[in-house]
């Protein structure tokens, strides 16, 4: 059965790129709060996937810190994080660059070593980002740290972003070493909007790689101002259009790990509010995919909020 994950991105640091955020700029303190506060609800309701990376500011501090306060957490928890973007903004919300993507050997090497020494070690580590254009592709010495580090029993893996996501999955699940898959486990954009790499997933889990997907309200645009098909089947079936998105996600027979991006306990419980769609209701959601360029046009321009 498909799981839901609670993603960090919007609780370990003060901005992100979503629409209709409270736009309440919080302290170190009162986000460490609210994260807690977040984590508690998520766990309540069942949820034990929870992600992190090391660009989402505090966040693995903040999980850290939410799983030493009761040990048998990390027992039942699945962590995994991520390493190739670093913050930047200081908790400045009005800074000029937030987050800088580098995929070298040496900051490979920094940000794991940032991990452990935070978090302890993940059960799944992921390259945040894996675009075509990564040098990662070309970069032996960079491979093989990352084999070092899977043979060590670290479950690899990488996200995807951008229109060229379908090529990025493909790449990525096809590199080798030591006559090994180097990752086993793909995070993905996919969402009612944008579609695109669905295929890839597909062949992804069918190979056996442990399939997530993120972004599954498209960063706030499917729940601010919900289309038309997408409002009608949250008001038929009594429940958010951000749980009609999530559903939709979570009915796709290649979806191991539905992510969702709940920046407070509300949000959370909306996300995860039950819901069983019909082959109806999919069919017409279906309709709401737009071409990937125009997607990630759109998404490029979204502000930090």
Known sequence: MTAFALGLAALGRPTYVNVGRDGVHRDVEALRALAHATLDAAWDAGVRRI?????????????????????????????????????????????????????????????????????????????????TDSPLFDDGPLQRALADLRDEGVRLGFSTSGPGQPVAVRRGLDLEMGGAPLFTAVQSTWNLLETSVGPALAEAHDAGALVLVKEGVANGRLVVDPPAPLARAAAAHGVGPDAVALAAIAAQPWADVVLCGAADPDQLRSNLAPVSLTADDLAALDALATPADEYWTARRAMAWV
Do not use: M, N
């Open 51 to 131: 992600d992190a990376a090391r660009s989402y500011g505090r966040a693995e501090e903040f999980l850290a810190g939410w799983l030493a306060a009761d040990p048998a957490r990390r027992r039942d928890a699945v962590i995994s994080s991520k390493w190739g973007y670093r913050y930047t903004a200081d908790w400045d919300p009005d800074a000029e660059v937030h987050e800088v993507k580098e995929h070298s050997l040496a900051h490979f090497r920094t940000q794991w070593a940032e991990t452990r020494a935070v978090l302890g070690v993940p059960d799944l580590y992921q390259v945040h980002s894996l675009t």
